[in-house]
């Protein structure tokens, strides 16, 4: 397996999975951005199964060397800037990366799979995660986006992710590369990058420092335990249909408001010693100017998911979201040493 961004929140999980679940060999690419730290890949860094290798998507000469090297049966593709805020105060790294990186990995990918003999160029699959913000955003009543759902992207970093799709989308279609897209919510869970909303507000809290909520709050989001999305994702590359797209979600809509008082609440249980002579980690919370052109709710359908790969996510969220915040406040030196501020 060639990971792509498995130094990240999700490509680490992924990766620890890979080499702890099953018998396959990684190879994990990333240029080590802002984001990615390999301290998140620690338990499986000696593994004689797992390698890293530090590399732009971009660089198509180093990506050629990659696979001619290695002989990958099968690419998943994680690497991308994926932060809104970001997007908007600086577009051109999500063009470059989350386009440009995907084109060149789709073309080397392209020359590497035409030359490939019998059933190992049968069996070659090319699997990229999205996200489900290139839908767009629903009203309260809305169903959820299906796999058929049009795309309207609100932001630069969503409209690159659409872009991207639409690369693979077409390198299918025009070269008949075998490949994979999946579109995934909100994932929550250890090691994500302190500037993302859950460890965010774990690490302000803690601090005594404000908990920022754009606007009213009342924005919705569908959450997923990143242990179940990267199951959702061995479970794609394994059955799923080539050329086909599945939604993965958590089944777990929660408004931003309704999702920072519970964490709140699970502090008050883990950390109850609080900073600053605060009384309850609730009075914390300041509602801000809203972002610009803010999505006001996302949310999947999976029944193709559920229906054709019998995929399903099984932790529950309010476990899910305890273990989450506890590793957090056990974390907090990992998570300062991201953000380059003391404990």
Known sequence: MLVTGG??????????????????????????????????????EDNDRYCFIQADICNRTTLKEIFE????????????????????????A?????????FTLLE?????????????????RFHHVSTDEVYGDLDAMSAPFTEASNYAPSSPYSASKAASDHLVRAWHRTYGLPVLISQCSNNYGPYQ???KLIPLMVSNALAGLPLPVYGNGLQR?????????????YRILQLGK?????????????????????????????APNKPNGLVFYRDLICHVDDRAGHDVRYAVDITKIKNELDWHPTTDFNLGLLSTVKWYVDNQAWCHSLNNTPP
């Open 7 to 44: 130094a990240g929140f999700i490509g680490s999980e992924l990766i620890r999975y890979l080499i702890e679940e099953t018998r396959n060999c990684v190879i994990n690419v990333d240029k080590l951005n802002y984001a990615g730290n390999l301290c998140s890949l620690e338990q499986v």
């Open 193 to 195: 990058f302190p500037e």
């Open 108 to 124: 080397v990918s392209k020359h590497y799979w035409q030359k490939l003999d019998g059933e190992k160029k049968r069996l070659f």
């Open 69 to 92: 090297s290695h002989q990958p049966d099968a690419v998943m593709h994680l690497a991308a800037e994926s932060h809104v805020d970001r997007s908007i105060d600086g577009p051109a």
């Open 94 to 102: 999500f063009m470059q990366t989350n386009i440009m990186g995907t």
């Open 221 to 233: 989001r569908d959450w997923l335990f990143v242990t179940d999305h990267v199951k959702a994702l």
């Open 242 to 270: 080539v050329g086909e797209t599945y939604n993965i979600g958590g089944e777990t809509e929660k408004s931003n408001i309704e999702l920072i008082n519970r964490i709140c609440d699970i502090l008050e249980q883990l």
